[in-house]
């Protein structure tokens, strides 16, 4: 009689731990998903700016052609082609910003402020991504995940190329 109690609550323990560990895969999984939206959001955003940075009197017309050209790349890409264009546009600010110019309007001012609070919020939001990619990879790297196939379908969350050179 014992041992069949054993069994059953190793049983139950199995399928408890098992159950817990899927749940906590899926919010894993949740976590990347919801990093992602915020950084994509985000990204379209400073796509945005450095359209509106492209028609003020900050940049010169060849400049304002280039970032332009670069802003509506970021926003329109798929994402096999995602980390190329935010990187062109990230080189693209670059170049314009690294220029010096000197900025008289107001307009202009609030437009460059907004840019740089946009960097800075898109670089938190890359470690934050980053941070629950590499999470999520080492937990399905985990024997228990393969061997019962706890995630199921889902594809492994991976980082781009372009999380590495934000402005």
């Known amino acids: 009689m014992e041992k069949y109690f054993f069994i059953a609550f ?56 280039l970032l332009t050209a ?35 309007g107001s307009i202009e001012k609030d437009l460059l402020r907004e840019l740089s609070e946009l960097t800075d919020k898109i670089r938190i939001a890359i470690a934050l991504h980053v941070d629950a990619v590499n999470r999520t990879q080492m937990v399905r790297a985990k024997a228990v995940f393969r061997i019962f196939r706890l995630a199921g379908r889902a594809p492994l969350p991976v980082t781009y190329e372009f999380e590495a050179d934000v402005l």
């Open 10 to 65: 190793f049983v139950i323990f199995a399928i408890w731990y098992l159950s817990y560990s899927a749940t906590r895969l899926d919010r894993l999984h949740h976590r990347v998903e919801t990093s992602w939206a915020n950084l994509d959001g985000l990204l379209q955003r400073r796509a945005a700016v450095a359209l509106e940075i492209a028609k003020s009197e900050i940049a010169d017309p060849a400049s304002s052609l």
């Open 70 to 104: 670069a802003a509506h790349q970021a926003r329109d890409a798929q994402m096999s082609a995602r980390s190329q264009a935010e990187s062109g546009l990230s080189g693209a600010l670059g170049l314009l910003l690294s220029d010096g110019h000197l900025v008289n």
